[in-house]
C-alpha cells in the first residue's frame, strides 16, 4: 500500500501499517526529502493499537502522538524513542545544560511542547535548569518565603478529577496585588504547582479552577496573571489538563484582552470559560461531587493549600 503525499512535503515510510490489524509497526529510519518550501524529516516511532489507514492517530510504546507533517515542522525525529531521548540529552549537554540530572519524563514533556524540535527543547530545558537552581536552591519552595500569599488564604488543593488529576482551585476576590514582593508571588505560583503535581497521576497532570466571584478593581492584576502563565509554560510545559475560569465577570474582559496575548496556544487549549448557568454541568461531567465544594455543586469541604497532606512533601533533597 503506497503511502499518500501530503501538503508541500513527502514522507518516504516503509512498511505502511496493515490495515484494522494489532500488530506492533516501526516506522524505518527517517529520510530527509527536499519540498519546495521545507525540508520535512519522517518521524519514526513505535506504537500498538488498532489502525484504519497509514496516517491514523495512535501512541507509541512512550507515550508519543504520531504526528502529520504539519505537527511535527522542522524538529529532528530521530529512528525510535529512545534515540529521540538520547538526542535530545546530547543536545542539552551542548548548550550547556546537565543531562544525567533529568528523566525521561521532563524531556518529553518539553520536546512534546516543542513539537518535536530537539535543539529547541534542549535550550528550554538548559534554560529551565539554569532558573531551577537560582530560583528553588532548596530544591523546593519554603513556607516561610510566601507567608503572606498562604495567609490570603486563596488557594486550595481540592481533591482530584475522575481521571486522578489533583484540583488546585484559586479565589481570585482574595488575591490583591503583591507590590512590595512581586518575587514572592511568584514564588506561590511555583509552590502550588509543584505541591499539586506532587499527587498528580502518571502523565503528571492537574486540573485548575480559577474562581472570579466577587473579583473586583482592587483584585485585578495583569502582572500576576502573565507571570503565572510564563512560570507555567517555560517551566512546567504539559503540566495543564484543563483550567476552568468559572463566575468570570464583565470587569475581568478588560484584563484577560491584555494576558491572553502571553497564552501560548498548548495552554490556551485547556482554557474553559464556564458559562455561569453551566457551571455545577461542567464542573461534574468531569470531577465527582465529593470532590467539589458545595459552590461548585459537590459535598466536600474546602482544604487550604498549605494544609493539604501530600506525600512526600515537602520533597527530600540533596
Known amino acids: 500500500m503506497a503511502l499518500p503525499l501530503l501538503s508541500s512535503s513527502r514522507f ?61 515542522g522542522n524538529g529532528v525525529c530521530v529512528q525510535d524513542s529512545a534515540e529521540t531521548l538520547e538526542s535530545l540529552r546530547q543536545a542539552i549537554d551542548r548548550v550547556g545544560g546537565k543531562s544525567e540530572e533529568l528523566d525521561d519524563a521532563l524531556l518529553l514533556r518539553f520536546i512534546r511542547e516543542l513539537s518535536f524540535n ?17 530560583f528553588l536552591p532548596n530544591g523546593y519552595i519554603l513556607e516561610s518565603e510566601i507567608s503572606g500569599e498562604l495567609n490570603a488564604k486563596k488557594s486550595y488543593l481540592q481533591g482530584q478529577d475522575r481521571k486522578g488529576h489533583p484540583i488546585l482551585l484559586i479565589l481570585g476576590c482574595k488575591h490583591v496585588p503583591n507590590k512590595e514582593d512581586f518575587e514572592e508571588f511568584k514564588r506561590f505560583i511555583v509552590y502550588a504547582i509543584e505541591k499539586a503535581i506532587k499527587v498528580a497521576p502518571a502523565d503528571g497532570k492537574l486540573v485548575g479552577i480559577i ?94 493549600l498549605q494544609d493539604a497532606a501530600v506525600p512526600n512533601w515537602p520533597p527530600v533533597t540533596q
Open 12 to 72: 518516504v515510510c516503509d512498511p505502511p501499517p496493515q490495515v484494522g490489524r494489532f500488530r506492533e509497526h516501526r516506522y524505518l529510519r527517517p529520510v530527509r526529502i527536499p519540498t519546495p518550501s521545507s525540508t520535512i524529516l519522517c518521524t519514526s516511532l513505535l506504537f500498538r493499537r488498532r489502525v484504519s489507514g497509514p496516517w491514523s492517530k495512535g501512541r507509541s510504546s512512550i507515550g508519543f502522538a504520531v504526528r502529520s507533517s504539519a505537527d511535527v
Open 211 to 304: 474562581d472570579l466571584k466577587d473579583y473586583g478593581f482592587k483584585n485585578l492584576d495583569s502582572r500576576g496573571f502573565i507571570a503565572g502563565f510564563d512560570i507555567l509554560q517555560s517551566h512546567y510545559p504539559q503540566r495543564v489538563e484543563k483550567l476552568f475560569m468559572v463566575n468570570v465577570p464583565l470587569i475581568f474582559n478588560g484584563l484577560w484582552k491584555v494576558v491572553s496575548p502571553f497564552i501560548k496556544d498548548a495552554v490556551r487549549e485547556k482554557i474553559v470559560f464556564v458559562d455561569n448557568k453551566k457551571l455545577q454541568e461542567t464542573l461534574l461531567a468531569d470531577i465527582d461531587a465529593d470532590q467539589l465544594p458545595s459552590d461548585y455543586g459537590g459535598s466536600g469541604e474546602l482544604i487550604l
Open 118 to 134: 530537539i535543539e529547541e527543547a534542549a535550550k528550554a530545558i538548559a534554560k529551565h535548569q539554569e532558573w531551577r537552581a537560582s
